[in-house]
């Protein structure tokens, strides 16, 4: 892949998570969403930090001490590691795609 809004199959019954750079300090993801959200129980709690832009859609993502984050496309925010949150919302209508970077 060398375009981030290609290769987006036309039926999502999941989340379509895809790699695009690994490293021994960095992973980057492509996210693509489409009224996808977390498991209801759990958190993700990840042992590297995350930054995460919305480069199309919409997403929230719910942290367990600091409330909802609403995103838009342009919207991004860092996650340092281990912090408990979920993503409560992608836009049902229109897909999301989320650029995911772990360090």
Known sequence: MENLFENIPDNLPTEQFT????????????????GHTSPESGWYSQDENEWV?????SGTILFENEGERVLNKGDY???????????T??????I???LAVFY
Request: charged share 30%; aromatic share 2%.
């Open 19 to 34: 790699d695009l750079l690994k490293g021994e300090n960095i992973r980057i993801e492509r996210i693509v969403s489409l």
């Open 53 to 57: 832009l919305v480069l199309k859609g």
């Open 77 to 87: 925010l860092n996650i340092p590691a281990h912090t408990k949150h979920k993503v």
């Open 89 to 94: 919302r992608t836009d049902p209508d229109s």
């Open 96 to 98: 999301t795609i989320w």
